[in-house]
């Protein structure tokens, strides 16, 4: 079952690895455009930061639509910033959302924006364990994970002139709009470089555990990931874009150790969060 | 269709109850306590499948045949042991069955269910920043997000020193 879930994700990567190429290739010829490489290879600020994850996050919601349940988006937004808190970073405006899909995922983008999907909350079973996930993606933020992979992707560092180009211009028919949002979408469905995903793991764990969440919130939801079936199609994009749940428990297994024993006690706050997700669960005959 | 909901009630309260089986992800000493210097009550070899019976801190206590004792959570695996086919209908069967029940209740989507955030959907999305900003309506500020946990019972701030890079990661490493 493993090697096969193994095997799957390998030829789906595989698979996207032409247009990958075709993404160097754009970012490139619009460097080229704007004839600025000296400020091109600088990093990326705040403010284009901001920009390029506005972009991203809008995509998203555009795949799919924000769950209609403003108490529920509300709660998510609060354990989201309270998990912020103990990021070490404060300088972020912090957007958290839950995306109206059956399919089991959780995106972070620049910027912090952070979304998990209704069809991951619905398996979930307590705060911790929605900590676990909102921590992880944090992580992802705090580290600029997508940023490099951009990078990465282009080949250089590009972004900066590509990014003041779509603040002036804020229109979708504009090339570089078009140009960039391709180059999101390469990020979206390639994935982030797996060691960064690990690592976004061990971050994500020593957030949630600051927060004073149980740390084995995010452990919970990679057992629960690695009992499902691997050719589940709601949860199809995750695997190909992570390393396998049962990977990812081996590395957690690693270096938690006996680390977080004195935190093992923490609250799980199961109560309201079933009570916040309600809607998820309680249907209509 | 009610038949199918209790099915998945029924199976969700089965792994909320912690009554599952497992195995261990590695060699493992079980100890009559949930203390690492408790006495060792056997030695299981990895993958050994066991009855996961519940948690206590870092600890799970485990059943394996007439051995019972205490393991850590981080070396046990909720997935079904290694070739053996997930039982009945497993997660996958209870997303379907959520699905349907979504899909009864939202009057829109057809029978076939909800349209999945897969990487077809993604290269074809538009941007929707319509729908960013709504939520934006939703955000919390720092003082929403300290009085929820405060709550009881409350979340407390922990000084949690950065867990240590492993030096190898495993062979799955980037492509």
Redesign the interface.
Known sequence: ??SLR?MLA?G??AGWLPSAAAFNLDLNRLVDTVKDISTATKEFSPEEEKALG??T??????????VKD?AM???V??????L???SGVDHVD????V???????AFATPGGYVFV?S?LL??M?NEAELAGVLAHEIAHVVQQHHLKAIRKGAGISAGANILAELGSRNT?NDAAVQHL?GGI?EV??RGL???DE??AD??G??IA?????DP?GL?SVL??L????AD???L??MF?TH?????R????????G????D?????Q?RA?FVKKTASLRA??? | MKWQWMMAVLALAATAAGAESGSLARDSEVRKEPFNDAEVVASLPAQTAVDLVKRKGAWVEIQHGETRGWVRMLGVRVAPAEGKAPAGSGASGIDKLFNTARTGSSGTAVATGVRGLDSESLKNATPNEQALDSLAGQKADEGSARKLASEPPPLKSQEVPHLPTPAVFSQEGNQ
């Not at chain 1, 996050?57 to 924000?66: E, R």
């Not at chain 1, 912090?94 to 959302?97: I, P």
């Open positions: 079952m493993k193994l390998g789906l990567l506005r972009q996050a809008a995509l998203l919601l555009g795949a799919s639509p924000p403003k988006q509300l709660y937004n609060r354990v989201g910033r309270w912020a808190l103990h912090w957007q958290f959302g995306l109206d899909t059956a399919s089991v995922n999907t069809g619905a398996r079973q979708r949002t979408k979206l469905l470089d797996k060691d690990y690592e061990r971050l764990i020593v555990t600051r927060a004073g969440y084995l452990v057992q629960m690695s009992s499902v079936r589940d199609d709601a199809a994009l190909s390393p396998s749940a049962g990977a428990l081996d590395a957690l297994d690693e270096v938690v006996v680390r977080l024993d935190y093992m006690t923490q609250p706050q309201r249907k209509r005959e």
